[in-house]
């Protein structure tokens, strides 16, 4: 069974950092991309940055330039390096893998992490 594990939420102050971790394990073929995703109380969920199999990066506009996502492949893991935080970071963050469990596989079906708190304080 795929299985995505969150780490490195948790309380920091405004301007501080974070780093989050996302490790991905089970049967996993090939892995078309990993992202990360946040939802703050009483809004929808929202993308904050993905990366693909190509090593391209996409980001929410308001995280540009504070965020980054990088990628470990050889340990199926992700990472989110939140910089000068604000309070309106503060959210559940997911992370999100597409991939492949078998060759015969057609497509790339998506996976969720159970998710990680991050409260930015003032």
């Known amino acids: 069974q795929v299985q995505l594990v969150e780490s490195g939420g948790g309380l920091v102050q405004a301007g501080g950092s974070l780093r989050l971790s996302c490790a991905a394990s089970?049967?996993?073929?090939?892995?078309?991309?990993m992202g990360w995703y946040r939802q703050a109380p009483g809004k929808q969920r929202e993308l904050v940055a993905v990366?693909?199999?190509?090593?391209?990066?996409n980001y929410k506009d308001s995280v540009k330039g504070r965020f980054t996502i990088s990628r470990e492949n050889r340990k199926n893991t992700v990472y989110l390096q939140m910089n000068s935080l604000k309070p309106e970071d503060t959210a559940v963050y997911y992370c999100?893998?597409?991939?492949?469990?078998?060759?015969?596989?057609?497509?790339?079906?998506?996976?969720w992490g159970k998710g990680t708190l991050v409260t930015v304080s003032s």
């Open positions: 089970g049967r996993i073929f090939s892995i078309n991309g």
């Open positions: 990366i693909t199999s190509g090593d391209s990066t």
């Open positions: 999100n893998m597409n991939a492949r469990t078998s060759l015969g596989s057609q497509s790339g079906m998506d996976y």
